[in-house]
C-alpha cells in the first residue's frame, strides 16, 4: 500500500509538471525570440530618421558605425533619378526577400546561416523606400532560455521529490496500522491471546481495530467458557469412576480381574490430564519439538497387550505385524495410545463376538502407516465416519474416537483413510509423515495406491 501511494502521487506530480513546465518553457522560448527581434527593431529605428534626410554614404556608414552594429546592420537603398543603388553593411538576406519587403511596405524577417535578419522599410525623402537589415544570431535568440529550462527542470524535479516525500508520510500513516493488525492476527492465530490492536490511524483501519480487539476479547471469553465446561465435565466423572475403582477391590485375582483394575487407573490418570489441560491459562500451541515422539512399535505391542486379554473372553483371533523392531514416529506417546484405543475399542464395539482383527506396522523411508483392520461388516459410509460427531447415536457411536486418529496424523501432514480389509470388514489406515512435508491428499491416488501394494507385498 505505501509504495503504491508513492507511485500514485509520482505518476500524478510529473503529468502536473509536465503539462505546465511544457508550456511554459515554449513561452519563455518565445518571449527570448521576441526580446531579440524588439532589439532588432530599435536598432533598425535608429537608422530611420538619417535616411529620412540624407542618402550619402558616407554619412550613413557613420550613423550605422554610431549606432554599435556595423557588422550586424546593413542598409539598402534603391537607384533614382540615374542615381545608383548603395547598400551599406553585410548583406545576409537574399535580394528577392529585400525586394518583397520593399514591395509590401512592411518589416518582415527571413532566416539566414547562423541566426535571422530583420528587413525594416524606410521611407526615404526621395519617396523610395529603403530596406534596413538587422542581423539576429541565433545565440541571441536563444539567451537565457537554457538556463530558465534548467530552473524549470529542478521545480520540476523538486516537486516530485517533496510529492514522493509526503506520499511516503501518508503511506507510513496508512501502513503502519494495517501491519499492526497484521502482526496481532498472526500473533492470535499463534496462541498469543493477549494481542491487541492500538486504536489509531485513519477512520476505517481504527475501526478495523476496534472489531479486531472485540473478536479477540471474545476469542478469549470463548475458550475461558470451553476450558471451564471441559474441567466441569471431566469432574463430574470422578465419582462414577471412584465407585468403579472401589468395585474392582472385590474382583479377585486374575487377567481380567488385573485388566479391568489398569483401565480404571488409566481412565483415572486421563480425566486428571483432561482437567488440568482444561485449567491452565494458556493454551497448549507450541509445535512439536523436533526429536520428540515415541516407539510405534512398543506402544503397538503395549495395547495389543492389553486388548488381547478381553480379545480372548470374546473369541477373537489377533494378529499383530510389523512391531517386532522400533519404528520412531514424530508423535508424542499418549496421543498414540489414545488413537489405538480408540480403534481398537470401536472393533469390539462395533462388531460381534469372536470377530478377528489384526494390527500392522509398515516403516518405509518418509512415513509410517499403522494399519488396523477386522473381519467384520464394514462401514457403510466411511466419509460420515470420518466426520466429527457424525455418529447416530443409537449405537452410541459420536464420532470423536476416529476424529482423535485424523487430528494424530494431521499434526505430521500425514492423513486416514479407511477402506475394506484383507479380513473381510474395515481398514483403518493411519498415515504418519517422518518429514514434516504437506499431507497426501484424497486426490492422489496414484501415490496412494503405489504405496497400498507395497503395503500389501509386506503384510505377505
Same mark, same amino acid.
Given at each position: /500500500? ?26 519563455? !522560448?518565445? /518571449? ?15 537608422? @530611420? ?43 545576409? *538576406? ?35 523606400? #529603403? ?33 514522493? #516525500? ?7 500513516? /496508512? ?40 473478536? @479477540? ?6 475458550? *475461558?467458557?470451553?476450558?471451564?465446561? @471441559? ?50 491459562? !494458556? ?74 482383527? #489384526? ?30 460427531? !457424525? ?70
Amino acid at each position: /500500500m505505501r509504495w503504491a501511494l508513492v507511485k500514485v502521487c509520482v505518476a500524478v506530480t510529473t503529468m502536473v509538471v509536465v503539462a505546465f513546465a511544457v508550456p511554459l518553457g515554449l513561452v519563455i !522560448k518565445e /518571449m527570448a525570440r521576441d526580446r531579440a527581434f524588439s532589439n532588432a527593431e530599435r536598432q533598425a529605428a535608429a537608422i @530611420a530618421p538619417a535616411l529620412s534626410i540624407t542618402t550619402d554614404r558616407d554619412q550613413l556608414e557613420r550613423v550605422v558605425a554610431s549606432a554599435g552594429s556595423d557588422d550586424g546592420m546593413a542598409v539598402h537603398i534603391p537607384a533614382s533619378d540615374g542615381a545608383k543603388a548603395v547598400d551599406i553593411g553585410r548583406q545576409r *538576406a537574399a535580394a528577392k526577400d529585400i525586394a518583397t519587403t520593399r514591395s509590401i511596405g512592411r518589416a518582415s524577417t527571413t532566416e539566414v546561416p547562423g541566426g535571422s535578419t530583420l528587413l525594416q522599410p524606410t521611407a526615404l525623402s526621395s519617396g523610395e523606400i #529603403a530596406v534596413v537589415e538587422v542581423y539576429v544570431p541565433e545565440s541571441e535568440v536563444s539567451n537565457g532560455v537554457g538556463t530558465a529550462w534548467a530552473v524549470l527542470a529542478a521545480v520540476g524535479v523538486a516537486l516530485i521529490i517533496g510529492s514522493v #516525500a509526503v506520499a511516503d508520510r501518508l503511506g507510513v500513516r /496508512m501502513v503502519q496500522p494495517a501491519q499492526r493488525l497484521v502482526e496481532s492476527a498472526h500473533e492470535l492465530g499463534e496462541g498469543k491471546l493477549g494481542a491487541r490492536v492500538p486504536e489509531e490511524g485513519p477512520n476505517e483501519l481504527r475501526l478495523a481495530a476496534v472489531a479486531f480487539n472485540s473478536m @479477540a476479547d471474545q476469542v478469549v471469553q470463548l475458550l *475461558a467458557n470451553e476450558r471451564e465446561l @471441559a474441567a466441569d465435565l471431566s469432574h463430574r466423572l470422578r465419582t462414577p469412576l471412584t465407585v468403579l475403582r472401589l468395585n474392582t477391590a472385590s474382583l479377585g485375582d486374575g487377567p481380567a480381574a488385573e485388566q479391568t483394575r489398569a483401565a480404571v487407573a488409566q481412565l483415572e490418570r486421563e480425566v486428571d490430564t483432561i482437567i488440568r489441560t482444561a485449567r491452565e491459562a !494458556k493454551p497448549q500451541t507450541a509445535a512439536t519439538v523436533i526429536g520428540a515422539g515415541c516407539d510405534a512399535s512398543e506402544v503397538v505391542r503395549e495395547r495389543m497387550d492389553f486388548w488381547s486379554a478381553l480379545a480372548e473372553d470374546e473369541g477373537r483371533k489377533v494378529r499383530v505385524a510389523g512391531a517386532d523392531r522400533p519404528v520412531r514416529i514424530p508423535v508424542a506417546r499418549a496421543d498414540l495410545v489414545a488413537a489405538l484405543d480408540a480403534l481398537l475399542g470401536n472393533v469390539f464395539r462395533h462388531t460381534p463376538e469372536g470377530t478377528a482383527f #489384526a494390527v500392522d506396522v509398515h516403516n518405509s523411508e518418509d512415513a509410517v502407516i499403522v494399519l488396523v483392520s477386522d473381519a467384520g461388516p464394514g462401514i457403510v459410509d466411511p466419509e460420515a465416519a470420518m466426520a466429527r460427531g !457424525k455418529g447416530s447415536g443409537s449405537d452410541g457411536s459420536t464420532g470423536l474416537g476416529l476424529d482423535i486418529v485424523r487430528r494424530l496424523a494431521e499434526s505430521t501432514g500425514g492423513d486416514v483413510r479407511i477402506g475394506s480389509s484383507v479380513l473381510g470388514g474395515t481398514e483403518v489406515r493411519i498415515w504418519i509423515q517422518l518429514d514434516g512435508r504437506a499431507p497426501v491428499r484424497r486426490g492422489h491416488r496414484g501415490s496412494v495406491r503405489r504405496r497400498r501394494r507395497g503395503v500389501g507385498a509386506s503384510r505377505v
